[in-house]
């Protein structure tokens, strides 16, 4: 009841609040005015000339060709930064040729320092210091979705996939060409861009169609970014904002047929186990396949792919989990991140979020095999060995690092009517791993992963001119685990299914979104009691008056919700409202990535923003509260937090986060034990940056933490420095450095019946002195747009002293008995590297074990990157991939002792050629 009482005060606020800085909810599409007061149609239009071809255009980026002279100039561009409405400093002309097979575009931007033209040579999608022309193209003409295109000076391409109107993924590429040249009063481009990139539906016959069109200039030294058609800051949109794009006549859908065969080949060499009899010191591997696209229609696409290669050319980052909740990493597979963006599910339109759980998460496809020699004994009844007998160390398998997927399939796209329609399915087979017992003992074979179909169903709706959004989704995951050791720890079938809506009014500045969706996993009664008690939620805590451990159960259910109001648009005032609800039952771990159930939130965010300030560049301010309790009532989160951004006319900038968490519980500290108190602390994390336009440009930042009463601190440094020597060579080295005081380290829970205050268990903590270093150390020399190396190298030091293990002892608050200080005795054997703990010393309680946790972890990770784009679309890649790790017992941080140990460790190093082809039409 109070959680609905604050609740509705914050809604009621938010709306008065919105009143006073907003116009009224009304459509208003006739005019936006810029800061010289000068008003400008909201939709510009330039029309395209059809070629023959007859009439060939060579690509050279010289625009020679006569009919480039008989085509309609785009021109008259107009800040968005940092003069928002202000003509463009540079005058830029833009033009559009089209044939049966490809939009052409050629585009002038003249420049009166030329010798100032930021012409730097680095590799595709990148983000180097540069001069950019881009043209954005919306062929849906849904004002939501473009296809975004982009050149700089040295002939470096790049290609977005913008979504939702103004969302981007950087990680869609398309298949196209294009050429600069710089002269004596700027640079040219020409571009080539098939048909078959693109998504439209066929003109009719005499009929004209409309399609969505924006350029944009960006001129690297005044950090100018400028658009042919007006997109202000202080308005929401950015594909809803295009120009218009006339005279497409009798355009026929191309046929969207592309192949790209592949092969590759790595050699694998590891240190190991002189005595593991699966252990070899050169592995050689090799693979086939093929990515397809075939366009079944002119609005969908088919995508599939035959033994797929999912090798990563950039491997994870080594980190540290002292947790309970699992790391999420980004996906680097090309065949998932292509048209990823369509499966989004579960995420509203807001700036402050208490969190919704990721309904689609691809790299569960493929993931690591889940099984393992102990739990398959352990089905067996202990009859492939005896572990009473059997060392650990005796036990060897040969596991494999990724399940293999036998096929994956996607259907995309988007009807004419505003249908969005994304269809994914997948097929892993079982994989299995030989094991060997002792040198000369038992061998055989056991499944480590099952067989198993994953499916995704995702769908929108566009009405209202893009304006209005609904949507649906549905997700299954099938694992073949019938009568096999699998039962006992995964689930049998997973389902989920949901719908989301948005709408946008008032010239899309205010956005009102929210989101359902429900789940159900299916599994024998070991697996759904495992996922009740899993760190999500914690069904068996043991002092929730709401939650309880149900072993018998076959199912669990449960459901996630998000609802948001958002103001994105204005002069100064923009601000958002949300609701975020998550029920103790709701899993979607299978296929998407969830750290946390059970709890309720509300988050408030109000940003002032200053586009034109009178001794800055631009500015902008934020404070923010959120509140969210779990299914109990517990206060899980509590507090304000204020931030700020602020650019100065000499391009320098910096940023500051401040916040402030007040009294608030913790329901995950005990792993399932009882509720305590957290202490109440106060973070500010800050950035410092120089100006990026020159060759040499350097940043610091830090985050400074502190509990109000107690003893915990962190401290983090990180800086860095990019410097180009030349236009082609570019050098990052960004170190970071931390250390923290932990006063509640988890570390084992211990049953007990005589701990009455705990509920018949003592948890058991430690303090923890953490230090960190880690550098990224990034090297980038091009060649040409299409030939590349890249050297990328990090080395990583973890050192953690685990000291005075102690017992928790009062729910509810945040205390603390120390051993051998506070009560009971604790004694250290170096012999068995482990501490004997007597709980009550004198007393009846049993003595207990922990193993010594001190360590010293160090590992450097390197990657060298050959890439070749020999012809479009098709690439030559030659990957070498070194790594070594080691692990000690210091307790302490010595930089010099263990920067010299980094390579005291055996390395592993992957050596790896790939080819691809692409075929296409």
């Known amino acids: 009841m109070l959680f609905k009482k604050i609740a509705l005060l914050i809604l009621s606020l938010f709306f008065i609040l919105s009143g006073l800085f907003s116009a009224p909810f009304a459509q208003d599409v006739a005019t936006q005015t810029t800061s010289e007061n000068i008003s400008i149609a909201t939709t510009r239009s330039l029309r395209a000339i059809k070629a023959t071809n007859s009439t060939p255009i060579t690509l050279d980026g010289k625009l020679d060709e006569e009919i480039w002279m008989q085509v309609p100039v785009a021109t008259d561009f107009i800040q968005r930064f940092p003069n928002d409405g202000n003509p463009a400093t540079e005058k830029t002309e833009a033009r559009v040729i089209y044939t049966e097979d490809a939009i052409y575009v050629g585009a002038k931007a003249y420049d009166s320092s030329t010798d100032s033209i930021a012409a730097t040579l680095f590799r595709r999608d990148g983000s180097a210091y540069s001069d950019w022309f881009y043209v954005n193209i919306d062929s849906y003409d849904d004002n939501r979705t473009g296809f975004s295109f982009a050149v700089n000076p040295k002939g470096v391409r790049k290609d977005i996939l913008i979504f939702d109107d103004d969302d981007e993924d950087i990680r869609w590429d398309a298949v196209w060409e294009a050429a600069t040249s710089i002269n004596d009063d700027g640079w040219t481009v020409e571009m080539k861009i098939p048909l078959s ?129 699992e790391i999420f990493f980004q ?43 102990d739990s398959y004994n352990d089905y067996r009844g202990e009859t492939i060995y005896d572990p009473d007998v059997v060392d650990n160390d005796d036990l060897y398998t040969n596991l494999p690092d990724q399940t293999t997927i036998a096929g994956a399939a996607k259907l995309s796209g988007k009807t004419k009517s505003g249908w969005s329609i994304g269809l994914l399915n997948a097929y892993t087979v079982a994989e299995s791993s030989p094991y060997q017992i002792g040198i000369n003992q038992s061998t055989g074979n056991f499944t480590v992963e099952p067989g198993t179909n994953y499916l995704v169903a995702r769908t929108k709706k566009d009405i209202n001119n893009g304006n209005t959004i609904f949507g649906g989704f549905l997700s299954a995951t099938n694992r073949s685990i019938d009568d096999t050791y699998f039962e006992d720890f995964l689930h049998s079938s997973v389902y989920l299914g949901g719908f989301d809506f ?193 060759k040499v440009s350097y940043g610091i930042g830090g985050f400074y933490r502190n509990e109000i009463t107690g003893k915990e601190i962190d401290r983090r440094f990180w800086g860095f420095i990019e410097f180009r020597p030349t236009t082609y060579i570019q050098l990052e080295i960004s170190p970071r450095y931390g250390w923290e005081v932990e006063t509640d380290q988890y570390v084992k829970e211990v049953e007990d019946p005589l701990a009455v205050n705990t509920y018949g268990s003592r948890y058991v903590f430690s303090d923890l002195d953490l230090t960190t270093f880690s550098t990224s150390i990034r090297l980038d020399w091009t060649f040409t747009p299409d030939i590349s190396l890249q050297l990328y190298a990090r080395p990583y030091i973890n050192s953690s002293n685990f000291y005075n293990f102690k017992e928790f002892t009062t729910p ?64 030559l890649f030659l990957v070498w991939q070194h790594d070594r790790s080691s692990n000690g017992r210091q307790d302490n941080f010595r930089f010099d002792r263990d920067f010299r140990n980094l390579f005291d460790s055996e390395p592993t190093n992957i050596f790896l050629v790939k080819l691809s082809y692409w075929f296409g039409s």
């Not at 993931?367 to 393992?372: D, E, I, K, L, Y």
């Not at 989101?515 to 069904?539: D, H, L, P, W």
Request: hydrophobic letters at 30%; proline letters at 5%; a negative charge.
């Open 197 to 325: 990139q693109l998504r439209f539906s066929p003109t009719q016959s005499n009929a004209e169609s409309s399609w969505g069109i924006n350029f944009q200039r960006r001129i690297a030294r005044n950090e100018e970014i400028s658009f042919w058609s007006p997109t202000p800051q202080n308005e929401s949109g950015f594909v809803s904002r295009f120009g218009e794009l006339q005279g497409i006549r009798e355009l026929e859908s191309p046929r969207r047929f592309e192949v790209r065969p592949y092969a590759s080949t790595n050699l694998i060499r590891e240190p190991g186990n002189g005595s593991n009899p699966f252990h070899e010191q050169n592995e050689w591997n090799g693979s086939v396949g093929a990515d397809l696209k075939y366009g079944i229609t002119p609005d969908l696409t088919l995508t599939a792919t035959i033994n797929p290669d999912f090798g990563q050319v950039e491997a994870d980052p080594a980190v540290i989990n002292l947790t309970a909740f």
């Open 331 to 373: 996906e680097q597979r090309p065949f998932f991140l292509e048209g990823n963006e369509i499966f989004q599910f579960g995420n509203t339109r807001t700036f402050n979020s208490f969190g919704n759980p990721v309904t689609f998460y691809s790299r569960r496809i493929g993931r690591n095999p889940q099984g393992n020699l």
């Open 502 to 694: 948005e709408h946008n009014w008032n010239d899309r500045d205010w956005t009102f979104s929210g989101t359902f969706s429900a789940s159900r996993v299916n599994g024998t009664a070991a697996a759904i009691e495992r996922t009740q008690k899993s760190s999500a939620r914690y069904y068996n805590r043991v002092d929730s008056d709401k939650l309880e451990l149900d072993p018998t159960k076959t199912d669990l259910t449960g459901f996630a919700t998000e609802i948001s109001l958002q103001k994105s648009g204005g002069e100064h005032w923009l601000s958002s409202l949300t609701y975020s609800e998550v029920s103790p039952g709701y899993e979607v771990n299978d296929l998407g990535f969830q750290n946390r159930a059970d709890y309720r939130a509300a988050s408030l965010l109000v940003i002032y923003r200053e586009t034109d300030p009178k001794y800055l560049r631009n500015y902008e301010f934020w404070a923010a509260g959120n509140y969210a309790q779990n299914y109990d009532g517990d206060v899980i989160d509590i507090g304000p937090a204020a931030a700020g951004y602020l650019q100065f006319n000499n391009l320098w900038s910096a940023n500051f986060h401040l916040s402030y968490a007040g009294k608030e519980y913790w329901d995950r500290l005990t792993r399932g034990g009882p509720v305590t108190s957290r202490p109440r602390d106060w973070n500010l994390n800050f950035n410092i940056r120089s100006d990026q336009t020159k």
């Open 812 to 875: 509810r608050k945040f205390n603390f008995d120390i051993y051998g200080e506070d009560a009971g005795t604790i004694h250290y054997s170096a012999y068995d590297e482990e501490y004997t703990i007597d709980p009550d010393g004198e007393g009846a309680a049993e003595e207990f074990t922990v193993s010594e946790r001190d360590f010293n972890f160090r590992s450097i990770q390197g990657n060298t990157v050959f890439r070749w784009e020999y012809r479009p679309g098709s690439t």
